[in-house]
């Protein structure tokens, strides 16, 4: 059964596998130790700096239909003014 547009956000994340993800993540916080290994990312030795991905959810770069804020929204400079103000905050990532 395909959902309408209006009730995609439904689809995309099950509320068991998320209160299961939940309750993985809350148990191996109470594990002794500084981080369980399940929630450590190895990191290449030649990597000193840690990587980090941005993801920007909305429909497009430009909002081609009715959601927030409104159609016709331009996503583009606030993608940059968060990507620069990131870049500067935090030149060592």
Known sequence: MRLPIESACHCCVQ???????????G?????????????RAEQ?????????RLVFACWALVQDRP??????????????????VLQTGCPEI
């Open 67 to 84: 959601t927030w804020p409104h159609i016709g929204h331009d996503m583009r400079p606030e993608i940059e003014r968060v990507t620069n």
């Open 44 to 52: 290449p030795a030649a990597e000193s700096r840690p990587r980090v």
């Open 15 to 25: 509320r068991r596998r998320f209160l299961r993800g939940c309750a993985a993540c």
């Open 27 to 39: 148990a191996a916080a109470l594990l002794p130790g500084d981080a369980p290994s399940v929630l």
